[in-house]
């Protein structure tokens, strides 16, 4: 989901949520945005920077800080939350397909179901990542790549 600010001809501002980043285009195009203080269907997208919201269904949720054992004794914290990174990063190998650089490829498949949901791991370019969000394709980055576990 992607929010976006909106203004009308008479300069109102609202925000609105889209599920694509295409999908205002369209919507403003038919006229299904309407102004919620004047009705107006002259809406045009605001500059801001989008809020986007994933859902972490391709990876398991990363450890957040809470989750990560705390170091006895002080001192080491740093070195804990890495070990606990490479464990989750581990684990996440153990458990997932590597699909290497088609992930982006793999995940969108799998999210308009053109292909059997499974877990499934790789690599993509920032942009092709971009891309993912902008579709609404649910994914996680490892706080480790894999290739640094060796
Ligand atoms: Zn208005």
Known sequence: MIKY?????SGHEFESWFR???DFDT???SGEIACPHCGSTEVSKLP?????VTKRAALPAQPTPDAVPAAAGGGSSGA?????LRAFTQKVIAN????????AEEA???HFG????????????LEEAQELVEDGVPFGILPTPPEELN
């Open 5 to 9: 600010l909106l203004g009308c001809a």
């Open 20 to 22: 694509a980043s295409a």
């Open 27 to 29: 919507q403003s195009r």
């Open 48 to 52: 801001m920077a989008p809020s986007v």
């Open 80 to 84: 804990a939350v890495r070990e606990a």
């Open 96 to 103: 997932t397909e590597d699909v290497g650089p088609r992930f």
């Open 108 to 110: 969108r498949k799998m």
């Open 114 to 125: 053109e292909t059997e949901e499974r877990q499934i791991r790789g690599s993509s370019t």
